[in-house]
């Protein structure tokens, strides 16, 4: 399944006062937006991001647009935040619309999540953090038999910031030690490609292949992904060139390991609004990419090395 990624602005009642539309392609309307995703293969969409300390009612109304025109949801979580509370809906109070509704639509939730992170402080204590939030998260859900996993995603690596999740391994170890079937791991393709350039560069190996994957553990626990392109090093670009993103080659290795979850697109549109081709040409032609992908692999015998 194909989804797309939905920035948060507009699910908020005062986008319609904007002038501009970069977020839905220039369209006039979400419904005419939505449409086109539909029309280009997209069967899910992705709210990018929904805080834990929003008012729902300020999301719900576009959501429940999205379930209308037959698209289901998938959630970009938040970790910040100190609700308190007994059930999952009072610690995540901007779900509990969602979380009342969502199985007249369809029949789990996933919501994809970063781990805390910080311009300055112990790598450690934001790990544990982290563990410690999504025990309390995944055994909450567990108890009151919520269909919903969470899935740890892979960060960029900043100089500015802490964060423990900007590793493959550290995201591996977390989930291993979080220890929950509702826990699993969001491959973000885009942020794992650009630090491997970026590490490539650094190490003046310009010759290395980039044709290279995370760890078989890693790729193991995906339920989830995050795809865009980079472009000049930068992030949640379309996949219009090749050169873009190994997409191909991703997607054929998690195909091989049985990954049956969304390939989720995560474009920022107002990123490429003044190149060569409009945006809704670079979404369709990226949707088109990955969808193209989708039927090679599946069509063709591969195998995974490593």
């Keep these: 399944m194909i ?3 939905i920035q948060s602005p507009v699910f908020l009642s005062d986008f319609r006062r904007h002038t501009h539309h970069d977020l839905i ?33 300020a999301y719900i109304k576009v959501i429940q647009q999205i379930w209308k025109a037959g698209l289901q949801i998938t959630i970009h979580g938040h970790v910040e935040g100190e609700m308190e509370g007994s059930r999952f809906e ?22 994809a999540v970063h781990a805390f992170d910080a311009k300055e402080g112990s790598e450690e204590e934001l790990m544990h953090r982290t563990i410690q939030l999504f025990k309390q998260w995944t055994s909450m859900a567990a108890t009151e038999n919520i269909p919903i996993r969470f899935a740890l995603e892979n960060n960029r690596k900043k100089m500015t910031k802490v964060d423990p999740g900007d590793t493959t ?11 929950s079937p509702l826990m699993g791991i969001t491959w973000d393709t885009g942020h794992y490609y650009s630090d491997l350039i970026k590490s490539i560069e650094n190490s003046h190996l310009q010759g290395q292949t980039c ?18 392109g980079i472009v000049n090093l930068g992030t949640h670009q379309p996949l219009t060139t090749k050169e873009s993103l190994p997409l191909e ?13 969304i390939y989720n697109l995560e474009l920022t549109m107002p990123k490429f609004k003044n190149s060569d081709r409009t945006i809704l040409e670079h979404v369709s032609a990226s949707i088109k990419r990955l969808h193209t992908s989708l039927q090679q692999s599946h069509s063709d015998e591969k195998h995974v090395s490593y």
Excluded: A, W
């Design 3 to 5: 989804g797309f990624s």
């Design 25 to 57: 392609g220039n369209c006039e309307h979400i419904d005419q937006f939505l449409e086109i995703l539909k029309e280009n293969g997209v069967k899910s969409i992705e709210v990018r991001i929904l805080p834990r300390n929003v008012d729902d009612e």
């Design 90 to 111: 009072d610690i995540y109070p901007s779900m509990r619309t969602i979380l009342r509704q969502f199985d007249h639509y369809q029949t789990d939730l996933m919501m």
């Design 169 to 179: 391994e550290g995201i591996v170890k977390m989930v291993e030690i979080i220890d």
């Design 211 to 228: 044709m290279t994957l995370p760890n078989r553990t890693f790729l193991e626990k995906v339920i989830h992904t995050h795809i865009h």
């Design 249 to 261: 080659y991703y997607v054929e290795n998690l195909q091989t390991l049985n990954y049956r979850g």
